[in-house]
């Protein structure tokens, strides 16, 4: 069974009228697929003689395993897929509208020590279908629409490089989602033979890298996968970056207390993006995993300052639903993964 919603518009295209149907069949169904359908009868101005004949086409649904609700508004769905896995996905409301940070992987191999998405590591890859249906579900039970995405939320984007892809000209076609790609963000723990093919896919979408160390002794301490690619090869990854797409990066940059607080961590992380078109994002750790500590409210403080006498484009991460755990991964861990 295949999920029709893996389709790209072009390949829909292309199966409907090699099974004799009009070319413009295939702008009927992408529309409906794309507004929240569960099933193929609900597509009113489509002759259901067509399913009969793509038997092996099936729509996917997930299902609402925990909807959380913070005081600030903020939403956080764990989601049931069809093979019983579980992901999850938070929606948070702005001045310039909602915002959504969804799972593009069923676990994560990456083993990042401050994260709890990677606990159990990688179960599988979400189908471009699946990685949608976060955006078009919790849109539809929230009834509001979703213009921003993030590709931030449990597993590595570019360790799922084909299906994010897809997901990322679907949700951008104007006969599905119509997100502008500029309202899309894809996060990466620096896969950086993947940020060089993301750069040449011609896809102005914003990379944000999540760094988190400025020396690659700090990182490796941290991150295994900085025992494959060193920081001078993603700045310069992330430079090429820049010069494709005109976009400026986004570093993220989790501070952990006595691990990568200092002064002088900020002093070289300020020499490591000096002259780029980039900005930094402080983020006060999570403290979901043993032996990871936030680093107080003054070192976080005198961090920033010193990225900003360097010239440095920095802001702090606002934290949003905290009373509901809503960094990615703590919910999931919790859940029966059977589907019993």
Same mark, same amino acid.
């Given at each position: 069974?295949?999920?029709?919603?893996?389709?790209?518009?072009?390949?829909?295209?292309?199966?409907?009228?090699?099974?004799?149907?009009?070319?413009?069949?295939a702008?009927?169904v992408?529309?409906?697929?794309?507004?929240?359908?569960?099933?193929?009868?609900?597509?009113?101005?489509?002759?259901?003689?067509?399913?009969?004949?793509?038997?092996?086409?099936?729509?996917?649904?997930p299902?609402?395993?925990?909807?959380?609700?913070?005081?600030?508004?903020?939403?956080?769905?764990?989601?049931?897929?069809?093979?019983?896995?579980?992901?999850?996905?938070?929606?948070?409301?702005?001045?310039?509208?909602?915002?959504?940070?969804?799972?593009?992987?069923?676990?994560?191999?990456?083993?990042?020590?401050?994260?709890?998405?990677?606990i159990?590591?990688?179960?599988?890859?979400?189908?471009?279908?699946?990685?949608?249906?976060?955006?078009?579900?919790?849109?539809?039970?929230?009834?509001?629409?979703?213009?921003?995405?993030?590709?931030?939320?449990?597993?590595?984007?570019?360790?799922?490089?084909?299906?994010?892809?897809?997901?990322?000209?679907?949700?951008?076609?104007?006969?599905?989602?119509?997100?502008?790609?500029?309202?899309?963000t894809?996060s990466?723990?620096?896969?950086?033979?993947?940020?060089?093919?993301?750069?040449?896919?011609?896809?102005?979408?914003?990379?944000?890298?999540?760094?988190?160390?400025?020396?690659?002794?700090?990182?490796?301490?941290?991150?295994?996968?900085?025992?494959?690619?060193?920081?001078?090869?993603?700045?310069?990854?992330? +430079?090429?970056?820049?010069? %494709?797409? =005109?976009?400026? $990066?986004?570093?993220?940059? @989790? &501070?952990?207390? !006595?691990? *990568?607080? #200092?002064?002088?961590?900020?002093?070289?992380?300020?020499?490591?993006?000096?002259?780029?078109?980039?900005?930094?994002?402080?983020?006060?750790?999570?403290?979901?995993?043993?032996?990871?500590?936030?680093?107080?409210?003054?070192?976080?403080?005198?961090? +920033?300052?010193?990225l900003? %006498?360097? =010239?440095?484009? $920095?802001?702090?991460?606002r @934290? &949003?639903?905290? !009373?509901? *755990?809503? #960094?990615?991964?703590?919910?999931?861990?919790?859940?029966?993964?059977?589907?019993?």
């Amino acid at each position: 069974m295949i999920n029709v919603k893996d389709f790209t518009y072009d390949e829909l295209s292309a199966l409907l009228m090699e099974n004799g149907e009009k070319s413009f069949r295939a702008g009927q169904v992408f529309k409906w697929l794309h507004s929240g359908v569960t099933c193929f009868d609900e597509m009113t101005n489509v002759p259901k003689s067509l399913w009969k004949k793509l038997p092996d086409l099936y729509i996917s649904v997930p299902k609402i395993e925990q909807k959380l609700v913070s005081s600030d508004g903020t939403v956080k769905y764990l989601w049931r897929l069809s093979d019983g896995e579980c992901i999850e996905s938070v929606v948070m409301n702005y001045e310039h509208g909602y915002s959504i940070c969804i799972s593009t992987q069923a676990g994560c191999s990456m083993g990042c020590k401050f994260c709890a998405s990677t606990i159990g590591g990688k179960i599988r890859d979400l189908t471009p279908g699946e990685i949608e249906d976060q955006i078009i579900f919790a849109g539809k039970d929230m009834g509001v629409r979703i213009s921003n995405v993030v590709l931030m939320g449990i597993g590595e984007p570019l360790d799922n490089y084909d299906n994010v892809i897809k997901f990322i000209k679907n949700a951008g076609h104007e006969k599905g989602l119509n997100i502008g790609m500029r309202h899309i963000t894809l996060s990466t723990c620096g896969l950086v033979d993947k940020m060089y093919a993301l750069a040449d896919e011609g896809l102005p979408i914003t990379l944000s890298v999540s760094l988190h160390a400025p020396e690659d002794e700090i990182r490796r301490s941290i991150m295994p996968v900085a025992n494959k690619y060193t920081i001078e090869e993603i700045i310069k990854a992330c +430079k090429y970056y820049v010069r %494709q797409t =005109g976009r400026r $990066v986004s570093f993220e940059y @989790t &501070l952990i207390k !006595d691990v *990568n607080d #200092s002064k002088e961590n900020a002093k070289t992380l300020a020499s490591l993006v000096k002259g780029m078109q980039s900005h930094i994002n402080l983020i006060p750790v999570n403290e979901a995993r043993k032996n990871i500590s936030r680093s107080t409210g003054v070192t976080i403080g005198v961090f +920033k300052d010193i990225l900003l %006498q360097n =010239g440095v484009n $920095v802001t702090i991460r606002r @934290t &949003l639903g905290g !009373d509901i *755990n809503a #960094s990615c991964g703590q919910l999931r861990n919790k859940s029966d993964r059977s589907g019993s």
